[in-house]
């Protein structure tokens, strides 16, 4: 078992709290992304789990067993960073096998372990290569099976793919979630890029400023953002927030803004009167020519099958993904309706979800 409990995890650097008093579990097996904007307190968090960093106060459990102050060599962890340091004068071999070396495992099981890790990462056939000639790719990959030949509990990977042009990113994306479906291993994965997040984890934890916002599926992440923040840095373009004064009690299923009867899942808790924000993905927005909110068209971002609208209402401006069949002229009047059972409403005060 390899279950990860990070319980009123505190860092304090001086006066400044990185990591402030942040609670989640990660479960066995599962991959797990930390995501936020640079500075949110990703790394710190990680390096606390790999014992590479003293927490001010809390705990770290892993596999029920606290290790909140053992050593990172003695937590049976593998941790892979962005810019790992190969040793260029070593091939391929002696790079993947060094941690065997230093920990006296015998020759032939290190040779067992080194041939499996590099048939798993297919670079086997470069077993005997110098690493100084390799693509960042096969570096990569270097470095992975350094980690893998350890057989930890858990691996920990900060931004492994940063250094990667984006298209090969993608392949390496694809790689390394495959690689965990196979070794099963609890993986945490730092990273500030939403769709790397979103194209591979079990669960996600979105941080903002040392505090963990939403841990979920990133379907539940993308679908029910608990904060503004969280649903501003979720999505590309990102979600459209409208802005409007209401008064909403529980079981309400609808908002009116600008005379327009908008349709929103139904609240559980009473909204009272404040300023409201209504969240609107892209693509919940559908354009029609009477009714709905009325705007402008601004302008059209052709990306093939589909575009995406710019519209300027009294409330802000509105992006729409709409087909690219849909034909729409600068200055073009029209109205805005959304898809009523998945649309976020927000206390603009607090940026809290209501729900
Ligand atoms: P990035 O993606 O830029 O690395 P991050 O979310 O991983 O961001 P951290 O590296 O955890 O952020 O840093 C969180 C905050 O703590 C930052 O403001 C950073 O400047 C600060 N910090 C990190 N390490 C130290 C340190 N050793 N001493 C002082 N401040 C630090």
Redesign the pocket.
């Known amino acids: 078992m390899a279950e990860i409990r990070i319980e009123k995890l505190v860092?304090q650097?001086?006066g400044?709290a990185?990591?402030r008093g942040t609670s989640f579990t990660i479960a066995d097996g599962e991959f797990f992304c930390l995501l936020?904007?640079?500075?949110?307190?990703?790394?710190?968090?990680?390096?606390m789990i790999a014992g590479l960093?003293l927490p001010t106060s809390g705990t770290i459990s892993l596999g029920g067993e606290d290790v909140t102050f053992r050593r990172a060599r003695e937590r049976d962890i593998a941790m892979v960073f962005q810019l790992f340091a190969l040793y260029p004068h070593m091939n391929v071999r002696k790079n993947i096998a060094f941690p065997l070396i230093s920990m006296g495992v015998p020759k032939a099981e290190i040779k067992r372990r080194v041939e499996e890790a590099a048939r798993i990462l297919r670079i086997d056939h470069l077993l005997d290569r110098p690493v100084s000639g390799l693509s960042s790719g096969d570096r990569q990959r270097v470095a992975l099976g350094r980690a893998i030949v350890r057989e930890p509990k858990a691996f920990l990977m900060?931004?492994p793919l940063g250094a990667l042009d984006a298209e090969f990113r993608h392949v390496m994306c694809g790689e390394l979630r495959a690689l965990h479906d196979r070794l099963k291993a609890t993986t945490v994965f730092?990273t500030?890029d939403q769709l790397e997040a979103m194209s591979m984890a079990d669960k996600i934890a979105v941080?903002n400023r040392?505090m963990v916002e939403q841990l979920g599926t990133p379907q539940e992440i993308y679908d029910r953002p608990a904060t503004m923040f969280v649903a501003d840095f979720i999505g590309s373009p990102a979600m459209n927030f409208i802005r409007f004064e209401d008064r909403l009690a529980a079981g309400a299923n609808s908002v009116r803004i600008d005379g327009a009867e908008i349709g929103v899942p139904e609240l559980r808790e009473d909204a009272g009167t404040s300023e409201l924000v209504l969240g609107v993905r892209p693509e919940q927005v559908m354009l029609t020519a009477d009714g709905g909110l009325r705007g402008e068209v601004f302008g059209a971002e052709y990306l093939g099958t589909t575009q995406i609208v710019t519209v300027t209402t009294a409330h802000g401006t509105v992006k729409a993904r709409t087909s690219a069949a849909i034909r729409v002229e600068r200055a073009e009047p029209v109205g805005l309706n959304f898809r009523a059972d998945r649309l976020s409403l927000f206390n603009a005060a607090t940026g809290l979800a209501i729900r």
């Open positions: 860092k650097f001086g400044f990185a990591v936020g904007p640079s500075g949110c307190g990703k790394t710190t968090t990680l390096r960093e900060d931004e730092v500030h941080m040392g």
